[in-house]
């Protein structure tokens, strides 16, 4: 079965530049779009980034995603770091391109 | 207003049966596959099913944990989506959100969740 991995936790400094990792187990994490969620405490998640690449509306420019193939693995970038954006990140996508796949979720701490 | 509220949760002893639903509004519910996904108190999100639109004849996908258990179901002239939920396992408790698909890929948006406790 195909899994996707995070980092159980990252922190950095309000206006610095955090990355977060999600990789792929098997097969080509470009085969299929990857996606990614942002849940504060007590919310449900909201998307941030959706096909590998692209922001909702509402979603400031400081939210950008990209794909290694080489690395197999997709990566959430923010910028410019906010208390704000102190939350819960997921990133998903699908295996067999049938079956929704969520990684286990990174807690970003801004502080 | 684009909204989905789930409701239907609560607490139910091991082995017994619950149904869920998710009342769309604000979007062409028809249009549009729809998921459920849970979430265990303080763990991550785990995608439980998903049904197809009327033009993909309605089938349906499981995760393996739920699978023969739960059952997917959507009324598109309710524009209402159910969750029946059977076999209740003590790992089953959980919050679930409904959500709809947008491009078959993505979540948007999310219902605000409604928890659902197994125990005896």
């Known amino acids: 079965n195909f899994m996707l991995t995070q980092p159980h936790s990252v922190s950095e400094s309000p206006g610095k530049t955090v990355t977060i990792s999600c990789t792929g187990s098997?097969?080509?994490?470009?085969?299929?779009?990857v996606q990614w969620y942002q849940q504060r405490p007590g919310s449900a998640p909201t998307t941030v980034i959706y096909e590998d690449n692209q922001r909702p509306s509402g979603v400031p420019d400081r939210f950008s995603g990209s794909i290694d193939s080489s690395s197999n693995s997709a990566s959430l970038t923010i910028s410019g770091l906010k208390t704000e954006d102190e939350a819960d990140y997921y990133c998903?996508?699908?295996?067999?391109?049938?079956?929704?796949?969520f990684g286990g979720g990174t807690k970003l701490t801004v502080l | 207003e684009v909204q989905l509220v789930e409701s239907g949760g609560g607490l139910v002893q091991p082995g017994g049966s619950l149904r869920l639903s998710c009342a769309a509004s604000g979007f062409t519910f028809s249009d549009h596959y729809m998921d459920w996904v849970r979430q265990a108190p303080g763990k991550g999100l785990e995608w439980v099913g998903r049904t197809r639109n009327k033009a993909n004849s309605y089938t349906t996908e499981y995760a393996a944990s739920v699978k023969g258990r739960f059952t997917i179901s959507r009324d598109d002239s309710k524009n209402s989506l159910y969750l029946q939920m059977n076999s209740l396992k003590t790992e089953d408790t959980a919050v679930y959100y409904c959500a709809r698909a947008l491009r078959d890929n993505w979540f948007d948006p999310w219902g605000q969740g409604t928890l659902v406790t197994v125990s005896s």
């Open positions: 098997s097969g080509s994490i470009a085969s299929n779009y």
């Open positions: 998903q996508s699908y295996d067999s391109s049938i079956y929704v796949v």
